[in-house]
């Protein structure tokens, strides 16, 4: 039985312990609760455009829904396969958008919005955002797979088609670059 | 893209520092920064806008309908293609087994019919050019050694009524000049050509079984032989039956084995019969005229001139004597000739010869029909092994390209 913290309620880095979920035999409607709002923020990330991001996390759920019942738990976490189904729907997204013409991510101006008080964390996150932004695409989805998807090594190696191993180096060299690009000079 | 350079230690603890900070552990004082990474990068995580949340979730709830339709209209159509598809193939997997088993069964009964057919018709020609009346599975065969071969049977009876219409032609030829003999005193030679196939190892106990059955019906051997030449045996037997047990003779012969081929054929020797009769009648009554003149003669020139034509018909008297004799025994001795060889294929009725169809052959008709589908299913296996490793080639292939295709994307443009 495999216990999963849910990631949507860590917030601010306080973790609210809530209902542990069975991953390994989730139903759909439980691994949509689990993972919906996770797998729009790694799309989001990943195509830097909210209209996409909307759709090909829509078409994710649909096309995981069709293929429910063609889910071998040998292979992995339901997590790890519903990232993949995103994945492939996001690159095939990208691609199409290479074809056409490119959209550039439409950054928030936090620091706007943003009280006085909150205004030194704001900046960082306004940082962090627009580092992770400028990463290079194959770095930034690795982030977002860890971060946001919350993908262990080995459900990383799978969805990316790698060792677990040669995950974890690509997740350290990613992680290196966002700090490297969070403290250079802007 | 993938990178294999090992991680440092250093690398290794950040690593680990980094699942801790993503487990919400504590990390060490001076990597702290990972934790403040991962905590503005979940802060920062984008988040679904409330239309489009309440959206997917209806989507959810109601278990997509709209894609979930032409999913099954897909799932249905791919079960209208693939349920004929599948019956097509199976009904062709049968119709193969059947077909495959026919060519087996005509091979077998080709062979047997095969003395019994086009060259016995071309036999049965040249006889009747010849003024002989040949028959082949005759009437007198006993329905038992007639049942295995009906076609034969059916054969013999258009080879009854041609040898009727022989007869009769025959007889009105003579009409014109000799005197009919009745049908009652015909004299016919018949002879009988058996094959049986016994087990090779039966061979013996079958040769054994001619001979008694030969001592029963009061015939004799007139030669035999026996051969044996690795696991193949066989043995061949020149008989001469009394005609008149001919038929009760062929049918016991005949339940010693498989029959494989079975001919009869009848000569009428009839005309050459009487005509030897005639001979010999006219050479009695002229021996009893130069008798007669012997007695009358005056001169000694007289006496010498009759005494030689007597000497002349005395041998001729001889000689017609003979020719009939040969002719009785032709008529009254029937030449048979048996051979029996050896088979390594199992027998239907192991030389019982009952025709029947027995648990045993419904035994070895199931293991004949396992081994055609074995063999249907091996060449299945031949053909479609290599396509089905082409295929997964292709497959793997078409997936590695797909999946390059994609990666693409994520390179700089």
Redesign the interface.
Known sequence: MIWR?P?SS????V?IMEEPLNTSTLS??AL?REC???L??YV??LLGD?TS??DV??LA??RA??RRSSFDARRGTQRGWLFGIAR?AA??E??RR?RTA?LLGDLED?LAAAPDEEAELAV???T??TA?AAL???DR?L?AL???G?LS?AELAAVL??SET?A??????A?TK??KA?HAPA | MRQRDPLTLEEERELDALERALAGDPVDYDLRHLDDLVCDIRASAPEMSPAFAAKLEQQVSEGFPAADAPAAARRRRRRFVLIPAGGCLAAALVGLVVVLGLQQQDSISTFASKPAGGEQLSDFAADESAGKAVARDAPQATPQAAAPAPSAAAAGSSATADLSRQSTSSSAARGSGDVAPARTQRKQQRSADLVLRVPNRRVQAAADNVIRTVDRFGGIIASSESSSQGRHSEASFDLRIPTQRLDEALAALSKLGNVVSRNQSLVDITGSFTSAQDRLSDARAERRGLLGALGKATTQQQIDSLRARLRNVRSQIARLNGELDALRRRADLSVVSVSVTGTEAPQEDDGAGTGGWSPGDAARDAVRVLEVIAGVALVSLAVLAPLALLGGLVALGVRAGRRRRRESALDPA
């Open positions: 913290e990631r860590r917030m601010n880095g973790l759909f409607d949509y919906a709002r996770d729009y923020a989001r990330t909210d991001a909307e996390t829509a759920f649909e829904y069709r492939n690159l095939d990208l691609r290479r490119p936090e960082r996150r306004s962090v955002r992770l290079p695409a194959r989805e982030v860890k971060f946001h919350g090594n088609g790698t040669n974890g180096t690509r997740v350290h060299r992680v966002l700090r969070c």
